[in-house]
């Protein structure tokens, strides 16, 4: 069992910004690929971003790469998702995710069928 809690969502204007966390147990946190996904509504879920414990290293999709960062916090320990100038389309249910990967870009190549390791979800919600 790899307990995963998100918190920090919620509702903000166009162009706002939000931080999420995930919380994390130290053992999950030094030896998995921890990251995140979003589920808009009426669509597949899809990779975010994601970091690994060989030397924080992180990936992050194109679609948010610039306005989204992904970040290691040691003392929770937790990975946070700061987003930035948040637009209508970023409206999503966002989770994190851990897994065994020799690499965080593996994360967002995997299927997601075989992640097995999930939160329960952070609803965030961009109004125009």
């Known amino acids: 069992q790899v307990p995963l809690v998100e918190s920090g969502g919620g509702l903000v204007q166009a162009g706002g910004s939000l931080r999420l966390s995930c919380a994390v147990s130290r053992e999950t946190f030094n030896r998995y690929v921890i990251g995140w996904f979003r589920q808009a509504p009426g669509q597949e879920r899809q990779f975010v971003a994601s970091?690994?414990?060989?030397?924080?290293?992180?990936f992050t999709s194109d679609s948010v790469r610039g306005q989204f960062i992904i970040s290691r916090v040691d003392a929770k320990p937790a990975v946070d998702l700061q987003m930035n100038n948040l637009k209508p389309e970023d409206t999503a249910v966002y989770f994190c995710?851990?897994?065994?990967?020799?690499?965080?870009?593996?994360?967002?190549?995997?299927?997601?069928?075989?992640?097995?390791?999930w939160g329960q979800g952070a609803q965030v919600t961009v109004s125009s």
């Open positions: 995710a851990a897994e065994q990967l020799r690499s965080a870009r593996a994360m967002s190549e995997i299927a997601i069928s075989n992640l097995k390791f």
């Open positions: 970091t690994t414990w060989r030397g924080g290293g992180t």
